[in-house]
């Protein structure tokens, strides 16, 4: 399956990326690529992926505390968050 990243998302993916690097330089790249390897899990069994409370599908990425978080459209993924630890997911209502 496909998969589109709302503006939305991608502006949650640099901001994860600029604070891990705050954390550690090139810790960043490791977010993004783990990111990405998530997004490869989602494209290949989205079903695998049950809705939860906020109607989003969430995949939690493996190495990091963070979810992203998708839904399906007409046989495309579409990723509307990514969320690190201690962010507020609510923001999810206003997303599409």
């Given amino acids: 399956m496909n998969a589109k990243l709302t503006r939305d998302t991608l502006a949650d993916l640099l901001r994860g990326i600029e604070w891990f690097d705050k954390i550690s330089l090139g810790l960043g ?13 989602v494209k290949k069994a ?8 906020t109607g989003y599908r969430p995949c939690r990425l493996k190495r990091f505390t963070a979810v992203l978080y998708f839904r399906i459209a007409d046989n495309l993924i579409v990723v509307v968050g990514l969320f690190t630890s201690g ?5 999810l209502q206003h997303r599409g």
């Avoid at 790249?29 to 899990?41: K, P, V």
């Avoid at 962010?87 to 923001?91: G, H, I, P, Q, R």
């Fill in 29 to 41: 790249d490791q977010f993004e690529l783990e990111f990405f390897r998530a997004l490869e899990r």
């Fill in 46 to 53: 989205p079903n695998l992926f049950p809705p939860n409370q």
């Fill in 87 to 91: 962010e507020n997911e609510s923001v």
